[in-house]
């Protein structure tokens, strides 16, 4: 490479640098989505029979997990302002509108635990029962 084009090189990759080094430390000091929720959730609502089912909401959704957005599963949320828990909407009733709230978390979270099973080099995610239902004995 000739000298003038290095003088017109160095500056560039400079620039380019810098930049790339202020986004990481911007990025750093960014707030987490998962900050504002809890680090593990229990979906305790209607278990009858199973041990409750328990996920590790800040692995789910921190930038430093698997950073899962938040509308994913608060499907009727906007950004990271949830409105409400899935028993909020989804009860014991089954509806073609609205499923029971067995039929919709099984439907989320086992249809995506298989997708990222299918992904090469994915970390498996449980899709049996005993994968997710390990908390405590149900309400009776």
């Given at each position: ?98 499923p029971d709230i067995k ?20 970390k498996p995610a449980p ?14």
């Amino acid at each position: 490479m000739t000298r003038s084009r290095w003088a017109l090189a160095l500056p560039v990759a400079a620039a380019v640098l810098t930049l790339a080094a202020a986004r990481l430390a911007a990025s750093e000091g960014a707030p987490d989505p998962a900050e504002n929720g809890p680090e593990t959730w229990t979906f305790d609502a209607h278990q009858k029979a199973m041990p409750l089912a328990e996920l590790d909401h800040f692995r789910h959704a921190s930038s430093k997990g698997l950073k899962i957005p938040c509308t994913r599963c608060h499907h009727t949320s906007k950004g990271t302002d949830v409105d409400a828990g899935c028993g909020e909407c989804h009860g014991e009733a089954w509806s073609p509108e609205i499923p029971d709230i067995k039929s919709a978390t099984h439907s989320l979270c086992i249809r995506c635990h298989v997708r990222n099973n299918a992904a090469p080099a994915a970390k498996p995610a449980p899709y049996k029962c005993a994968g997710c239902h390990k908390g405590a004995a149900p309400k009776k």
